[in-house]
């Protein structure tokens, strides 16, 4: 059973960079995708980004705009996302997760129904 264990939130100011992390721990991930997905209050879960765990070959939401960057240590078993230049919009509840990957394309990364496992989450305040 994959288990995935998110750490590095916290509150930053406005412009500010906070690197997230996402343990993974119980089984492999090859074939797999991982992602981060995010949730403000009072709204949906929405995609931030995602990676097949084996090739790379990461997509990024448009509100991104460059300043979010995906990346996997294959000795740590870890994956990373690294937030900079970071908006008060950005505030949420950050969560990895894990998938397996059929298909390889923008709707199938972000579509959360095909993510097998999750992560707690991590809260992430950006202040003004």
């Known amino acids: 059973q994959v288990q995935l264990v998110e750490s590095g939130g916290g509150l930053v100011q406005h412009g500010g960079s906070l690197r997230l992390a996402c343990k993974v721990s119980?089984?492999?991930?090859?074939?797999?995708?991982v992602g981060w997905f995010r949730q403000a209050p009072g709204k949906e879960r929405e995609f931030v980004t995602a990676l097949l765990w084996s090739h790379l070959m990461p997509y990024y939401a448009d509100y991104v705009d460059g300043r979010f960057t995906i990346s996997r240590d294959l000795d740590k078993y870890t994956m990373y996302l690294q937030m900079n230049s970071l908006k008060p919009e950005d505030t949420a509840v950050y969560y990895c997760?894990?998938?397996?990957?059929?298909?390889?394309?923008?709707?199938?990364?972000?579509?959360?129904?095909?993510?097998?496992?999750w992560g707690q989450g991590t809260r992430v305040a950006v202040s003004s």
């Open positions: 119980g089984g492999t991930l090859d074939g797999y995708m």
């Open positions: 997760a894990a998938g397996f990957s059929n298909y390889w394309n923008p709707a199938t990364a972000g579509n959360p129904s095909n993510y097998n496992y």
